[in-house]
């Protein structure tokens, strides 16, 4: 009898730990365009080739006549009832002063909870780490879209920052002045890692 809830109990062990895969955040980009999107199977999305330390730190450049200072921190994300499964991101705060008159324009860098930021990292692409960017100014018009950030190999101290704004949806009551206003995040700066 005890040979026999030996093995029940092992091959239930063996079972849930079948069941629960971790893979590469490389992998995780492959089902990004799949409608059925990650498997359920999965619990962990990890930086396996460690990716994401590169980026991790305090950025700093200059666009458009704006200063814009960036902090970029690795974090675990937990999983929640949307997703499932733990993931390694990048969360980001930004410091955005006008170079003329030194008027902070935006500010996230006070927020403590990863989670808040309005700026968090998801997946990969053609080598450039993609992030979300939310703008939290009450007064923004639909200033929102993906930010690519990517570093060169011969370089690791400049990096890429390409802002893509959300045009795909508008609501012209919250937004009627969408095609002259100007996003708080310029479309393409140069970054040196302080």
Known sequence: M????ILFIAL?????SYAQVTIS?????????????????VVYVKDINNKLPKFVGVWKGTANGKSIELHLNRFLHLPEST???????????LLIIDSATGQILYNTLSISNDENTSLLGFYFINNSYV?????????YCMDSGDVYLSISSNDLTAM??????????RSPSDCPNFSTYVPILPKNVLLTKQ
């Open 25 to 41: 955040l490389e992998q995780a980009e492959s089902y990004k365009d799949s409608p059925d999107g990650i498997p359920e199977d």
């Open 160 to 169: 890429k920052l390409n802002f893509l704004r959300t045009q795909e949806w």
């Open 83 to 93: 997703d499932g499964f733990k993931i390694d991101q990048i969360a980001g705060r």
């Open 131 to 139: 992030m979300n960017f939310a703008n939290i100014n009450e007064n």
């Open 12 to 16: 239930a062990l063996s079972t849930i």
């Open 2 to 5: 005890k040979k026999i809830i």
